[in-house]
């Protein structure tokens, strides 16, 4: 996620006295009301036994629906709703996504918070046929709220020219596979969720093929690129917001998709990110069965074709042996032979590929990978401290563990034990705000970044949410 590192520091003796407070707007500020969240806060929230997570859980779920409904609003006969990030007045495509997934399972008898999540469709359809290499978004031409106006990134025009790319309506252009596989997503889950194809316009069907288009030009080998994208910051004193040459580390003939940038909004350091594409091959599949259930038979074969080139990709070129831990995935590779063995707190992630859909918790190279993900000796951002321990990455730098993190062991783990252990990591780290914070300081949880984080906030009550189907005994007994 783009934005300072904005450090919060909470004096040490208030910590341990203090317990969660609820910490929602009044419900006359709330940007948005429905009924089902609040129905289900309040039963789930009243069976929880720890009454701190209970709190946090009450706060965090409507967190976007409470504070980051920017606009909710026709357009054009559509319903068209603008999801902002927390503190940072823009929407970024997978943060969006991510904030209201959900909410999906609550649309049944609330017509209200269905229209909204269709509306969140109808504005990814615009963010994408608006730019389809943008990952964020302002609300409109006349905002022109970016900082990042004077980025190096442009695109093709006439005669073989470049124009540059930047136009008002963009926030910023760092192009992420991540970011294209959550429009596919947010697509097929509010149909799963509703069976309601009312934003599966024409111009919807558009977005489509330009995010396919998009991934097939990104199949090429660097050297063969005929550069669509490239990007540089040159006004940055970060070397993870920029690319080498515009273009980044090059890339072979894999049958992956090169991504330009991670989850985290961070340049990769070699173009093929293993999450990335997997959640790809996942997302692919699933939109190649809506669309054929739409007629759109010919998006829908190549949306099939696409999936199955990028896996075939990932068991080629994305597989290592690593030293200690054995056949794993990578993090990153570049079809050269070289890869990167890491993780990432960001979604989505190696330690999430069950959460993804990629592979099941129970396969051995992703048990071996996940050993390698959540130890320090082999993740150089795995990191343990006196506060609490978990994944973190280059965006926030050494020692800052990220709770999004923590979240994902949970959501991925098998094991009792290690779930309550993150549940009470989670809870004792909030630094009794009441709220998920980007990152804290591994030996110090009362030193975080970003108190408003809405993400982090959606997926805590995502988390809450599952164990309450598949393991309620962890909170109600």
Not at 111 to 139: K, W
Not at 211 to 239: H, I, K, N, W
Request: glycine content about 6%.
């Amino acid at each position: 996620m783009q934005g300072p590192l904005l450090v919060l520091l909470v004096a040490c003796s208030t910590l341990a006295a203090a317990t969660c407070a609820p910490g929602r707007p009044p419900v006359s500020q709330r940007k948005f009301q429905s009924p089902s969240v609040e129905a289900v806060i309040a039963n789930v929230a009243s069976q929880i036994v720890d009454k701190d997570i209970a709190c946090i859980f009450a706060n965090a779920l409507p967190n976007t629906l409470d504070t980051t409904i920017y606009a909710h609003t026709p357009i054009d006969g559509h319903n068209d709703t603008f999801v902002l990030t927390g503190d940072i007045e823009a929407m970024w495509l997978r943060d969006s996504m991510n904030q209201i997934l959900p909410y999906m399972d609550f649309t049944s008898g609330d017509a209200g918070l269905r229209e909204l999540l269709q509306g969140v469709v109808h504005r990814q359809t615009m963010q994408i046929n608006t730019d389809v290499y943008a990952n964020a978004h302002n609300y409109a031409a006349s905002q022109g709220n970016t900082p990042h106006a004077n980025d190096q990134t442009s695109k093709p025009a006439f005669l073989g020219t470049r124009t540059a790319a930047m136009t008002p309506m963009i926030f910023e252009r760092k192009y992420e596979l991540d970011s294209l596989c959550a429009f596919l997503k947010l697509s097929r889950v509010y149909h799963q969720a509703t069976n309601d194809s009312t934003p599966f316009t024409p111009a919807w069907v558009d977005a489509i093929w330009a995010v396919l288009d998009a991934m097939a030009d990104m199949q090429t080998p660097t050297a063969s690129y005929s550069g669509t994208y490239t990007f540089q910051r040159c006004d940055s004193c970060e070397p993870m917001d920029t690319l080498i040459h515009g273009l980044g580390w090059p890339g072979a003939a894999t049958g992956m998709v090169r991504s330009a940038f991670r989850p985290s909004d961070d340049a990769t350091v070699y173009p093929f990110n293993i999450p990335a594409n997997a959640m790809a091959v996942v997302e692919l599949n699933h939109i190649a069965a809506l669309l054929a259930t739409l007629g759109q038979q010919s998006a829908a074969a190549t949306a099939v074709e696409l999936a199955k080139e990028i896996e075939e990709g990932i068991e080629r070129y994305g597989v290592a042996v690593h030293p200690t831990k054995g056949e794993v995935y990578a993090y990153e590779v570049d079809g050269f032979g070289n890869q990167l063995f890491m993780d990432d707190a960001n979604s989505p992630s190696l330690l999430g590929l069950p959460y993804l859909g990629y592979r099941p918790a129970t396969d051995p190279r992703y048990k071996n990978t996940r050993s390698m993900v959540l130890d320090a000796s082999t993740n150089p951002y795995f990191f343990a401290g006196t506060a609490g321990n978990g994944t973190g990455g280059p965006h926030n730098g050494l020692g800052w563990v990220w709770p999004m993190g923590i979240i994902m062991r949970a959501m991925t783990s098998t094991d009792d034990a290690e779930i309550t252990m993150c549940l009470n990591m989670l809870r004792d780290t909030a630094a009794n705000t009441g709220f998920m914070h980007e990152s804290f300081w591994k030996d110090n949880a009362g030193q975080y970044t970003r108190p408003w984080f809405a993400w982090a906030n959606s997926f805590f009550g995502e988390l809450i949410l599952t164990l309450t189907k598949k393991r309620p005994h962890l909170l109600f007994q």
